[in-house]
């Protein structure tokens, strides 16, 4: 990331809306901005309107002021489009720029992410509007980055949608004999005779809420289409801008595990990830580094870009909690722990009016540097320019893989039954949550990744296999890797059609066992089943399971009901490897424990043991052999771990021998190792 822009330490800055604020507020913008350590600012996320008055005519002026200004003090720039709102002149003319609600209804003007992402108008102007960005600010050799539009989100349900459905449909499907047998349209009279007859499914069609839908396939195949349509829209932006700058990094700003843009497909067409982190108050801090670790993953993990967190406070909280002292210094380490190579702010000066006038900011109302958030944020760009390049592009070693799919996700929350209680989000939360809380490395990967590196491969809730991804992992497994996954897998091909032959469909021979039937449970009843002498609790969904060639590993299997008796955990050998299955969802103690023992048997070992609350990431170097660990007190206790070797405590700069070290709480400890000669 940015190795062409000569960029040599963590970048550090964020938002910046001077347009905002008259001309003499931004000279002293500047002061502070420097006097915080700030070396960039983004620009120019929300000036559409501003930039374009009328079809014909651009107003770039106060841009390049700004632009000027901004070099003028050494900052660098990551450039934004701006084309996350259209201007309201654009929306009166060419009405096609609104969108279509879920309910049908026609919006106006106003909000942001507000654009029909199939409007021929926001397409064309959004494109028009991306080169011209980059035929004007070319040679600004300061700008290390470019930012196109801002959290794609949302979804359209409009005629220009509709029609553009059908069109992806027939790429996808060429026949609609194909379609209607892809899609089991026999089931409610459905048969399509000319496509014409599709129709986007919402709550006037298919739906009876955002996640509820008579016919899966349909709603399945919308989520992708929408998925991909906005993806387009950010593909003109994108080729617009590489046609006059070829070398231009671009990205988008991406938003934690969001549902609706299945984002390992975004990531192809962005040199790099960026993201925007607004852990909600309370969030466990594993939660937080899940949604990093995915950021990692997204593109075979490369460093990413933390694009925004809020120095403080957020505003769109039912309750918006300050960061407490020290708190925002430990989450932007968090952040580069997972591989972050910036730490970039929302918003650089608080606006005066509007919906974010009280998101916190580095320049807050009163305008003066004598705050206390101020003063966090200053202490910390110090910080960044002793780290200089050290972490920079470093690595992220694990041996353990988390398998994450957006299909898979959609199609677990559209089913009708087994349970409402399905969270696919909460099940792969409960997983990563026990072995991050440990301090193992996690890489959750796409199940098209390649499983070469990992010795473990957890696949919580695998409910959709789609492809040849089921002869990827028994090829893993066959040489010698360990595979996991749990009740509700192998049940679906990629169009949500039931594997036949008995559950779980393409996954049965890997696992040696059969699912014949699937109990759900009310959230105020438990089973429960025992492992190794202790007895865990069985949840939400109990499959009752027959061993083919797996062995079971459980004592008594569940211990009430009619199936009484019937297997929980079961492995299968196959080849060199095994698979494990867990036909169940229990509580933490449970993944904590079993993960514990599956990562032993596998030979992993975490990247150091530490008191409770006490996280601790790796990242390396193979060039140089060094090794970094980041050693986080998410506790607002002081804690001790134990170091296992000298190293170098790069923030204070001095050597700490092996032994034990104390933290205060919230602290962070950045220490380096040598591993191997160079
Ligand atoms: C998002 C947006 C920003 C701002 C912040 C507020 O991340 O990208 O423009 O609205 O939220 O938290
Ligand atoms: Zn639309």
Not at 294 to 318: C, D, H, I, Y
Not at 456 to 483: C, Q, S
Not at 490 to 501: A, I
Not at 546 to 574: C, W
Request: hydrophobic letters at 35%; a negative charge.
């Amino acid at each position: 990331m940015f190795e062409k822009k000569n960029v040599e330490k963590i970048l550090y800055g964020g938002d910046y809306n001077p347009e905002q604020w008259p001309e003499d507020v931004w000279q002293e913008d500047m002061r502070l901005l420097k006097q915080a350590g700030m070396d960039i600012v983004t620009l120019n996320v929300f000036s559409w309107a501003l930039l374009q008055s009328s079809e014909e005519e651009y107003h770039f002026e106060e841009l390049d002021k700004i632009m000027e200004l901004v070099q003028d003090h050494g900052m660098k720039v990551c450039m934004a489009t701006s084309t996350a709102v259209h201007p309201a002149w654009m929306a009166r003319k060419y009405p096609d720029v609104l969108r279509v609600d879920f309910e049908g209804r026609k919006r106006k003007f106003g909000g942001r992410a507000n654009s029909c992402p199939n409007s021929p108008t926001y397409r064309k102007y959004s494109r028009i509007l991306a080169g011209k960005l980059a035929k004007r600010y070319r040679d600004y050799d300061n700008i290390v980055a470019w930012h196109i539009s801002n959290e794609y989100s949302g979804a359209c349900y409009c005629e220009n949608c509709e029609k553009n459905f059908r069109l992806w449909l027939q790429k996808k499907y060429h026949t609609l004999d194909n379609l209607n047998q892809s899609w089991n349209t026999a089931f409610w009279g459905h048969t399509f005779y000319d496509w014409e007859e599709i129709v986007a499914p919402d709550m006037r069609s298919e739906h009876f809420a955002e996640d509820r839908t008579y016919f899966q396939p349909i709603s399945l195949d919308y989520r992708r289409f929408m998925s991909d349509s906005m993806l387009e829209c950010y593909t003109l932006e994108y080729d617009a801008i590489k046609e006059v700058i070829p070398d231009a990094e671009i990205t988008t700003n991406l938003m934690d595990f969001y549902k609706t843009l299945d984002y390992f497909r975004w990531a192809k067409k962005m040199d790099f990830v960026s993201w925007d982190c607004y852990p909600e108050n309370g969030q466990p801090y594993a939660r937080t580094s899940m949604a990093h670790d995915l950021m990692r993953g997204l593109k075979g993990g490369q460093s990413f870009a933390l694009m925004e967190q809020t120095p403080t406070v957020s505003n769109w909280l039912p309750y918006n909690a300050l960061k407490r002292p020290g708190v925002m210094r430990l989450l932007s380490y968090q952040a580069v722990a997972h591989g972050a190579d910036t730490v970039m702010f929302f918003q650089m000066r608080q606006s005066a009016g509007a919906c974010e006038k009280f998101h916190g900011a580095v320049i807050g109302h009163a305008g003066t540097p004598e705050t206390r958030v101020f003063k966090e944020i200053a202490a910390l760009g110090k910080e960044l320019k002793t780290l200089g390049a050290s972490t920079l592009g470093m690595r992220t070693r694990s041996k353990i893989a988390m398998l994450f799919d957006w299909d898979n996700w959609w199609g677990i929350e559209f089913s009708a039954g087994p349970t409402k209680e399905l969270d696919y989000m909460a099940e792969f939360t409960r997983y990563y949550s026990a072995l991050r809380n440990k301090n193992y490395n996690v890489d959750i990967v796409s199940p098209e990744d390649s499983l070469e590196p990992y010795a473990l491969v957890i696949a919580p809730v695998y409910y959709m296999v789609k492809g040849d991804n089921d002869e990827r992992i028994r090829r893993f497994v066959r040489r010698g890797g360990t595979f996991l996954t749990t009740f509700f897998s192998g049940m679906v091909q990629e169009n949500d059609l039931v594997t036949l032959g008995g559950y779980p469909g393409k996954l049965r021979d890997i696992l040696g066992i059969w699912v014949e039937e699937e109990d759900a449970l009310p959230p105020e009843q438990d089973n429960a089943f025992c492992y190794r002498g202790k007895t865990y609790p069985a949840r939400i969904l109990c499959d009752l399971l027959h061993t083919e060639t797996a062995e079971q590993i459980d004592e008594k299997g569940y211990l009430s009901d009619f199936y009484q008796g019937f297997p929980v955990l079961t492995r299968n050998r196959m080849g060199e490897g095994c698979a494990y299955f867990v036909a169940t969802s229990s509580g933490d103690d449970f993944y904590r424990d079993f993960l514990r023992d599956l990562c032993d048997e596998c030979h992993i070992s975490p990247v150091l043991t530490t008191p409770e609350g006490v996280e601790v990431t790796s990242r390396c170097r193979e060039e140089d052999g060094k090794e970094i660990l980041f050693v986080l007190n998410h506790n607002e206790r002081p804690e001790t771990i134990t170091l296992p070797r000298d190293c170098t405590d790069l923030l204070a700069g001095i050597q700490i021998p092996a032994g034990e070290v104390t933290l205060e709480g919230y602290d962070v400890k950045i220490l380096s190792f040598q591993t191997s000669e160079a």
